[in-house]
């Protein structure tokens, strides 16, 4: 089992940036395909963007592509998500997650979860 602890949500104005961290404890990180999930009020989970576990490629949904990048630091077990160009719809609960398997945007797929960092953008 992998501990995640996410870092870095906040409110900024829509046009703004933040970027969030999540480090990881408890598993060798190199091993791990990371993830970024969101959640807003009254919606389900939805990906992100993922990152695998060593070369580096990346997977993005489509309504981030161009804005955000998910990069890791695997000598620092963390992942960041920088996100530029916020929108007030990207206004979520963000939540980093790993899994042994391969990129996959399939939140079942993951089997660890952080507990969630709040990002709001206000127009």
């Known amino acids: 089992q992998v501990q995640l602890v996410e870092s870095g949500g906040g409110l900024v104005q829509a046009g703004g940036s933040l970027r969030l961290s999540c480090a990881a404890s408890g598993r060798v990180f190199s091993d791990l395909v990371m993830g970024w999930f969101r959640q807003a009020p009254g919606k389900e989970r939805e990906f992100v963007a993922a990152?695998?576990?060593?070369?580096?490629?990346?997977n993005y949904a489509y309504f981030v592509k161009g804005r955000f990048t998910i990069s890791r630091d695997n000598a620092k077990n963390t992942v960041y998500l920088q996100m530029n160009s916020l929108k007030p719809d990207d206004t979520a609960v963000y939540y980093c997650?790993?899994?042994?398997?391969?990129?996959?945007?399939?939140?079942?797929?993951?089997?660890?979860w952080g507990q969630g960092t709040q990002v709001t953008v206000s127009s």
């Open positions: 997650a790993a899994t042994r398997a391969v990129l996959t945007t399939d939140s079942g797929r993951y089997g660890s």
């Open positions: 990152i695998t576990r060593s070369t580096g490629s990346t």
